[in-house]
């Protein structure tokens, strides 16, 4: 049996500056403890309930966040920024998949980090009219190749989110966001005990059928709001892409796989003409 875990920063407990979220942050030492304690937990909990292999997406940033050394020999660890297929990277042919530090999508109030996938880049993103969360847009990835989101654990505002589009999944709230950076978490030793009972509960719902993948309608219909006019100029490059007004673009594709590697390119474009814009 194989697993795969997805492991983003700002749903973490007790991560609440931005501080812990750059490589050079003063707590950025602080906030890889953190992500490396909890996946290492629920790595351990999915190898206690079956699971003899684990492949862990390291998914923050330059997406070098967790210590391989702590990880247990049964993992393999996916590190680096830019790859295909981001947060989710060789999530295909797993049995089952767990979200951890995972936030609420761009806009949410008393969410800390709240933003969806790029917060310099986009503003909203909806899929088939759906407004989505990195949650969402990667459980419908994983969901197209058969692959269900059995635990999420983040931000209480995205578990709610979660609760509406994967009741069967376990949801655990690492934090309870009183604005943007601020949010009262539990201890450690206690988000790990949750962690572990949160597997285990899973596995069950998995191993009973409850457990489904998420699936989108395909082909596939996006809408892209940027954050900027000039990152919509750039999308407008591609010949797939349609202008609705000066941030906002759609574009159709086949597969929902097909949708986020669009994506993805639309996301790194907008990198780059920022970084042209600012040098």
Same mark, same amino acid.
């Given at each position: ?6 492991? /983003?920063?700002?749903? +973490?407990?007790?991560?609440?500056? &931005?501080?812990?979220?750059? %490589?050079?942050? *003063?707590?950025? @030492?602080? !906030? ?40 247990? /020999?049964?993992?393999? +660890?996916?590190?680096?920024?830019? &790859?295909?297929?981001?947060? %989710?990277?060789? *999530?295909?042919? @797993?049995? !089952? ?44 990835? +994983? ?12 931000? *209480? ?123």
């Amino acid at each position: 049996m194989r697993a795969f875990i997805s492991v /983003d920063l700002e749903g +973490l407990p007790h991560v609440v500056s &931005r501080e812990h979220l750059f %490589v050079k942050g *003063a707590l950025y @030492s602080e !906030a890889r403890r953190i992500a490396t304690e909890v996946v290492k937990t629920a790595a351990e909990a999915l190898y206690q309930n079956g699971f003899d292999e684990v492949v862990v997406a390291d998914s923050h940033g330059p997406m070098v966040n967790v210590i391989p050394e702590e990880m247990p /020999d049964y993992v393999e +660890l996916v590190r680096g920024f830019p &790859r295909p297929l981001s947060m %989710v990277a060789f *999530a295909k042919g @797993s049995d !089952a998949a767990i979200f951890l530090g995972y936030h609420a999508k761009a806009g949410t109030g008393y969410a800390t980090f709240d933003h969806t996938y790029s917060g310099s880049t986009i503003d909203r993103l909806e899929i088939n009219g759906i407004e989505v969360s990195e949650f969402l847009l990667n459980a419908y990835l +994983l969901g197209s190749w058969g692959v269900p989101v059995i635990l999420v654990g983040g931000d *209480a505002r995205l578990i709610e989110d979660v609760k509406k589009f994967a009741p069967w999944a376990v949801g655990i709230a690492f934090k309870e966001s009183l604005s943007r950076y601020a949010a009262k978490s539990p201890s450690l030793g206690k988000v790990k005990a949750l962690l572990k009972a949160g597997v285990t509960e899973a596995v069950i719902k998995l191993e009973e059928g409850e457990a489904k993948p998420l699936k989108a309608k395909e082909p596939v219909e996006v809408k892209l709001r940027f954050l900027s006019s000039a990152f919509a100029d750039a999308a407008e490059l591609l010949p797939i892409i349609e202008r609705i007004d000066g941030k906002t673009v759609r574009f159709e594709a086949e597969t929902v796989e097909d949708a986020y590697r669009i994506v993805e390119l639309l996301i790194l474009a907008g990198a780059g003409v920022n970084a042209i814009a600012t040098r």
